[in-house]
C-alpha cells in the first residue's frame, strides 16, 4: 500500500509540474503570422521560417462546467454559505449542477520546434511532452451529499479519472496542389510516460436512521515508464506495485491530416479549412489491469458499548467501520497485458471571409469536436471570430463561443516583425471572479504566450 501512496505523490507531481506549459491557441487559427497553426491544420504554413524552444508557446489551461457559485452561495449582507448549508434547499442547488460534472486539464510542452520552406512547399518538426488530466462526476454523487437520509437509496454510476502522458515527435509537410488548394499532414511518433483509468461502474447506497449498506464495482488500468506488476497479499488484494528499471516501453503513432481552399476564384475573400487530429494509437505493453472485488459493505450502528471503558469501545468500532469501508477499495489484480489505447482524436471545420471593403479585416467562424475514447474527455466548441491585420507585423482576433464547459470570449495579439515574434492571448477569459480571483461561474481559464524568432522573408 506504501508503494501505491508513493506512486501517486509521484503522479501528483508531475501533473502539477506540467500546469505551465505549451498549447497551441485555437485563438491564433485565422491568424496568418502565427507559427503553430500547422498543429491545428497541418495544410497551414507560416509566413516564413522559424525555430522556437520551451518558450516558443507556453500556456496554462483548465476546463470544467461548473464553478464556485455552484459551491457558495450568498446569504444576507456580504455572507456566503455553502451548498451543504440548510439555508440553501436541495433543488436549489442540484438545478445549478450538470448532469455531468467536468473538470481537466490539457497540456502541451514543446522542447523544440522549426519549420522552413522545402520542397516547394512547407516543412516542420516539432519535439513535444503531452499531458492530460479529466475527472467527470455524475450529479447523483452531489444529490447523495446534499440529500443524505433524505432519499432511502441513491444509485450512483460514471464516476471516471483519465490521465495520458506521452512525448510526441512530429515531422508535418504542406504542399499546395494547385492554386489555393493546400494539403498538409503530421507524421507522429509517440512514447507512452504514463496513464491510468479509473471507471466507478456501480455504487449503491440504501440507508435509514440505523441501517447503511454499500455496494460498488470499479474498474482500473495504468501503466508507467517501465515494466511493473501489482503486488499481492495474502488475500490475493493488491497492495503495491513492483517498479523494473525506466525504460521506454510503450508508443504508438498518429497522424494529423489538413486541407485549406482559397475560393477566390469563386467567392472573393473566402476560405475554407478542415482537419483531423491524432488519428492513432499508444500500444502500452504492460498495462496492470484490475476491478473491485464486489464487497458489500453494512453498517448498522455501533454495538455494545463497555461505559467503563468508553474510549476504547468507540476506538474498536470506528476501527471495525474503517476495516469494512477499505473493502470498498480493495482491487484484484486481472494481470498484465498489452493494451492499445486510442488516441483523443479531434475535428476542426472553419471559414474564412476577408471584406471586400477592407481587406485585413475578415470574419469566421470555427468548429472542433473531441472524439475521445472516454467521456471525461470529449467536448466541442463553436466560436465566431473578428480578424483584423492593420500592419503586416501586427494583427489581433477576438472570438467569442459556446462548448461543452459553456460560453467563452477568446482574443489574440500577435506582433511579428523581422526577426522577432511575440504573441499573447486566450482561449477563455475569466471575466467575474471573487476577491481571492478565484473563477466564479467555472474553474475553466486559459492564458497563452511566446517568443519566437522568424527565419527569411515574408512569402
Known amino acids: 500500500m506504501k508503494n501505491i501512496k508513493y506512486l501517486l505523490v509521484a503522479f501528483a507531481l508531475f501533473v502539477c ?74 433543488e436549489e442547488f442540484l438545478n445549478g449542477m450538470p448532469d455531468n460534472a467536468l473538470f481537466g486539464f490539457n497540456f502541451d510542452e514543446t522542447l523544440a520546434s522549426f519549420g522552413f520552406r522545402a520542397f516547394g512547399g512547407y516543412a516542420t518538426f516539432d519535439l513535444t511532452l503531452h499531458s492530460s488530466l479529466s475527472m467527470s462526476m455524475p450529479k447523483g454523487l452531489f444529490e447523495f451529499a446534499k440529500r443524505g437520509l433524505q432519499k432511502s437509496a441513491y444509485d450512483i454510476a460514471g464516476i471516471n479519472f483519465n490521465t495520458m502522458n506521452y512525448a510526441s515527435a512530429s515531422l508535418g509537410y504542406s504542399h499546395e496542389v494547385f492554386e489555393g488548394f493546400r494539403v498538409g499532414a503530421n507524421l507522429k511518433y509517440l512514447m507512452g510516460l504514463a496513464h491510468a483509468d479509473l471507471t466507478v461502474d456501480k455504487l449503491k447506497v440504501e440507508m435509514d436512521e440505523e441501517h447503511w449498506l454499500v455496494e460498488s464495482h470499479a474498474r482500473v488500468q495504468a501503466a508507467l515508464f517501465c515494466e511493473a506488476k501489482a503486488t499481492l497479499d495474502e488475500d490475493g488484494v493488491v497492495d503495491g506495485v513492483e517498479i523494473g528499471a525506466l525504460a521506454p516501453t510503450s508508443s504508438g503513432f498518429a497522424v494529423d491530416l489538413g486541407v485549406l481552399y482559397d475560393m477566390n476564384r469563386f467567392v472573393p475573400g473566402l476560405t475554407l479549412s478542415a482537419s483531423v487530429l491524432d488519428l492513432g494509437f499508444i500500444n502500452w505493453k504492460h498495462m496492470m489491469k484490475g476491478q473491485s472485488t464486489d464487497a458489500k459493505v453494512e453498517f448498522d450502528g455501533f454495538g455494545t458499548v463497555d461505559y467503563d471503558n468508553m474510549e476504547t469501545a468507540v476506538e474498536d468500532e470506528l476501527e471495525r467501520l474503517g476495516d469494512d469501508a477499505a473493502k470498498l477499495l480493495e482491487f484484484a489484480y486481472d494481470g498484465t497485458e498489452s493494451v492499445k489505447t486510442r488516441m483523443n482524436t479531434t475535428m476542426y471545420l472553419g471559414a474564412e471571409y476577408n471584406m471586400p471593403f477592407y481587406k485585413p479585416l475578415s470574419v469566421a467562424v470555427l468548429y472542433g469536436q473531441c472524439f475521445a475514447p472516454t467521456e471525461s474527455n470529449r467536448w466541442f466548441d463553436v466560436r465566431g ?20 464547459y459553456g460560453t467563452n470570449l477568446g482574443w489574440m495579439l500577435n506582433v511579428h516583425p523581422a526577426g522577432f515574434s511575440f504573441f499573447i492571448g486566450s482561449d477563455h477569459m475569466i471575466t467575474k471572479v471573487t476577491p481571492q480571483f478565484i473563477p466564479v461561474d467555472d474553474f475553466s481559464s486559459h492564458l497563452t504566450f511566446g517568443i519566437n524568432f522568424p527565419i527569411g522573408t515574408r512569402k
Open 17 to 90: 509540474s506540467h500546469a505551465a506549459v505549451a498549447q497551441t491557441s485555437v485563438s491564433s487559427y485565422f491568424l496568418d503570422g502565427a507559427f503553430h497553426n500547422n498543429r491545428l491544420n497541418p495544410a497551414m504554413k507560416a509566413e516564413r521560417g522559424f525555430f522556437s524552444t520551451v518558450v516558443g508557446n507556453m500556456a496554462l489551461r483548465t476546463r470544467s462546467n461548473f464553478g464556485i457559485s455552484n459551491i457558495l452561495y450568498p446569504r444576507g449582507e456580504n455572507e456566503l454559505t455553502t451548498f451543504m448549508s440548510g439555508d440553501v434547499s436541495a
Open 385 to 404: 471570430y473578428v480578424n483584423i491585420s492593420p500592419l503586416k507585423w501586427l494583427e489581433a482576433s477576438v472570438n467569442f463561443g459556446y462548448n461543452t
